[in-house]
C-alpha cells in the first residue's frame, strides 16, 4: 500500500542566545518568571498568606523601563506561582505589545518544563519573542525550559492546502555567563525534546498512512541520520526465523508485518561497554481481532504503536547526544485487523525460539508480538538491560490514570533509574508488584 505524505506540521522553535537584556531583543512580546517568596507551603501556593512575589531583578527594571509594575500587576491578578501559570498584560503605544509573567513554581524541572510550554504556545501566535526567564536557571532548569519550549509548540494536524509555516522564535536573553556551556545545555535538551516531537508525530499519524511498512521507513530515516544499524525481516523471513506471534497478529492484514532492528554503537565502544536493550510494541492499528474492542475503545488504536515510535525516535537522537553506552531498538510490528486469516481464540501460536502461547483472546496482541521480540534479544543480546515500552495494558490506565505510566522491574536498582528519569523528563511512572503468587496466573 501507498503511503501518502504528511501534511504540513508546526516545526520546532528556533531557540537563540543572547547577552543584552530583555529590550535590547526588540520583540513585540516579552516574557519574565515569577515566583513567590517564604517558605515551602507559600511557594506552592498552600498557606494563607503567601510570600511576597519574587522577579529577577533586571526584569524587573525592563518591565518598569516600559511603565509596567510587575509586583501591582501580579497582585492584582491573585497570582500563585504556580509552574506555568500565566498572566499577560497588553501594552498601547509601545514597541512591546504584550508583557507574559509566567509562573515558576519552586523551581522544579516541572515547573520550569510547564513554563517554557506556555510561552510557546503564546509564541505560536504572536510571533518571536525574547525572555529572561533562563537567564538564572540552573543547568537541569534550562535543560527543562528548553524542552517546554520545544513541546509546547507540537502540533498536529491535516488541514488542506496549509502551507508550511515557519518556525517560531525565542531569544533566551541575559546569559551573561559562558556562551558554550548553556548552548550546549540547551541544544541537547533540543535533541531530546525532538525526539519527543517525533514519537508523538508518529503516534498520531492515522493508520491509513502508517502500516509496518511505514515505521521501517522512518526507522531508515533514523538509521541513516544517527549512522545506526539496521536490520528488517519481511514476511518471509519472520516465517523462516519463527516469529509466530508478530505473524499472527498481522496474518488478517492487508500490510505486511516487519521485524526491525536498530544499532547505536558509541565512538569510543569497547567489549566491556554496557548494552541497553529497547524493545517497542508497534501495533499500526489495534480492531481486538476476532475479540473485537467495543466502537469507543477502537479511537485511539491508530496510537498503539507508540512504544515503537519511541524506541525509533530514542535511536536517532543518541548520536547527537553521544551516549556512552550501546543501545539496540527492536520494533515488532503489524496491524491486528480482521478478516478470512484472523487469528483465533484457542489457537496455539510458536514464538521465536519455540517457546508457544494459547490465544485466549486474539486482543492480547501487544503480548504476541513483543514474546518474540524479547525471545530474540535473549537469545541474541548480550543485554545489560531490557526495557520494554507498550501501550500495555488498559488496566494500568485503570489502575494508575492518565498521569502516571505503569513500570514493572525485575531489578530495583534499574526500576529506580527509571523512576528518577521519568521525574527528571517530567513522565513519572509507578512502580506494580511483580509477586511470586502471581506466578502461576502467568503461567495459565
Known amino acids: 500500500m501507498s503511503t501518502p505524505s504528511p501534511g504540513p506540521q508546526p516545526l520546532p522553535p528556533t531557540i537563540e542566545l543572547s547577552p543584552t537584556d530583555l529590550l535590547a531583543a526588540k520583540t513585540r512580546l516579552v516574557a519574565i518568571g515569577f515566583s513567590r517568596g517564604g517558605d515551602e507551603s507559600a511557594r506552592q501556593g498552600r498557606s494563607e498568606e503567601p510570600g511576597e512575589y519574587v522577579v529577577g531583578l533586571g526584569a524587573e527594571l525592563a518591565l518598569r523601563d516600559l511603565g ?17 501559570e500565566l498572566v499577560s498584560l497588553e501594552l498601547f503605544g509601545s514597541s512591546v505589545e504584550q508583557v507574559l509573567l509566567i509562573g515558576l513554581g519552586t523551581g522544579r524541572g516541572q515547573d520550569y518544563r510547564r513554563a517554557g510550554a506556555v510561552l510557546a504556545r503564546a509564541t505560536r501566535e504572536r510571533g518571536p519573542a525574547a525572555t529572561s526567564i533562563a537567564a538564572l536557571a540552573d543547568d537541569d532548569q534550562l535543560a527543562a525550559f528548553t524542552e517546554g519550549l520545544v513541546l509546547g509548540s ?11 509555516g515557519e518556525s517560531a522564535r525565542v531569544i533566551l536573553t541575559d546569559m551573561l555567563d559562558s556562551r558554550e556551556a548553556p548552548r550546549r545545555r540547551v541544544d541537547r535538551a533540543t535533541v531530546r525534546a525532538e525526539a519527543s516531537w517525533r514519537s508523538r508525530a508518529f503516534a498520531l499519524t492515522p493508520s491509513n498512512e502508517k502500516g509496518p511498512q511505514q515505521l521501517e521507513q522512518w526507522a531508515t530515516e533514523a538509521a541513516d541520520r544517527a549512522g545506526l544499524g539496521i536490520t528488517v525481516w519481511d514476511e518471509k523471513r519472520l516465517a523462516a526465523d519463527g516469529f509466530g506471534g508478530i505473524l499472527a497478529v498481522g496474518a488478517a492484514s492487508a500490510y505486511e508485518s516487519r521485524f526491525i532492528r536498530l544499532d547505536y554503537t558509541p565512538r569510543k565502544a569497547r567489549s566491556d561497554t554496557p548494552h541497553l536493550v529497547l524493545v517497542g510494541k508497534g501495533i499500526t492499528f489495534d480492531t481486538g481481532g476476532i475479540s473485537i474492542k467495543p466502537r469507543d475503545a477502537m479511537m485511539t488504536m491508530k496510537r498503539d504503536m507508540t512504544g515503537a515510535g519511541v524506541v525509533i525516535a530514542v535511536l536517532g537522537a543518541l548520536r547527537e547526544l553521544e551516549l556512552p553506552v550501546k543501545v539496540t ?8 485487523a480482521i478478516g478470512a486469516a484472523a487469528m483465533r481464540p484457542g489457537d496455539v501460536i510458536t514464538h521465536y525460539g519455540g517457546r508457544t502461547t494459547f490465544v485466549g483472546n486474539t486482543d492480547a496482541e501487544g503480548r504476541l508480538v513483543l514474546a518474540d521480540a524479547l525471545a530474540y534479544a535473549a537469545a541474541n543480546i548480550d543485554a545489560t538491560a531490557v526495557v520494554d515500552i507498550a501501550t500495555l495494558t488498559g488496566a494500568g490506565k485503570m489502575a494508575l490514570g492518565t498521569s502516571l505510566g505503569a513500570l514493572f522491574a525485575t531489578d530495583d536498582d534499574l526500576a529506580a533509574a527509571l523512576t528518577a528519569a521519568g521525574a527528571a523528563a517530567g513522565e513519572p511512572v509507578w512502580r506494580l508488584p511483580l509477586l511470586d503468587v502471581y506466578e502461576p496466573m502467568l503461567d495459565e
Not at 507540537?154 to 508550511?164: A, C, L, M
Not at 531498538?329 to 491486528?336: K, S, W
Request: charged letters at 30%; glycine letters at 20%; aromatic letters at 8%.
Open 329 to 336: 531498538g527492536l520494533v515488532p510490528t503489524a496491524e491486528n
Open 154 to 164: 507540537f502540533g498536529f494536524h491535516r488541514r488542506s492546502g496549509e502551507k508550511p
Open 68 to 84: 509596567v509594575d510587575p509586583f501591582a500587576v501580579l497582585d492584582r491578578a491573585k497570582a500563585g506561582g504556580d509552574g506555568g
